[in-house]
């Protein structure tokens, strides 16, 4: 099963990204959706999850009101949509799935991505 992040790259404070994650029709649609992210140094973290029906979110204190995770089911596709990024937001984003459907949000991922760098500069 193959994940593709994309939409990475370097912004000022305060600006907004996209990140894009896509997989195959039969992953996605029988999957809950999740993206972590990783700064230098740090462990990995969890950032936001989407139920597999797109009716469920749960995010991360520290993005709540910025951050915004959907899902297009017509192109087996999840969102990230990041405004007023902060230099703290700098870090590898990775998406993930659940296939297990056990709970929401989910407690383990099955099928991660390869990541994406998001630079946020002062």
């Known amino acids: 099963v193959q994940l593709q992040a994309s939409g990475g790259g370097l912004v000022q404070a305060g600006g907004s990204l996209r990140l894009s994650c896509a997989t195959s029709?039969?992953?996605?649609?029988?999957?809950?959706m999740g993206w972590f992210r990783q700064a230098p140094g740090k462990e990995r973290e969890f950032v936001a999850a989407?139920?597999?029906?797109?009716?469920?979110?749960y995010y991360v204190d520290s993005v709540k009101g910025r951050f915004t995770i959907s899902r297009d089911n017509a192109e087996n596709t999840v969102y990230l949509q990041m405004n007023s990024l902060k230099r703290e937001d700098t870090a590898v984003y990775y998406c993930?799935?659940?296939?297990?459907?056990?709970?929401?949000?989910?407690?383990?991922?099955?099928?991660w991505g390869q990541g994406t760098q998001v630079t946020v500069s002062s």
């Open positions: 993930a799935a659940d296939s297990a459907l056990l709970r929401f949000p989910p407690r383990d991922y099955n099928y």
């Open positions: 029709k039969r992953t996605f649609s029988n999957s809950n």
């Open positions: 989407i139920s597999w029906s797109g009716l469920s979110t």
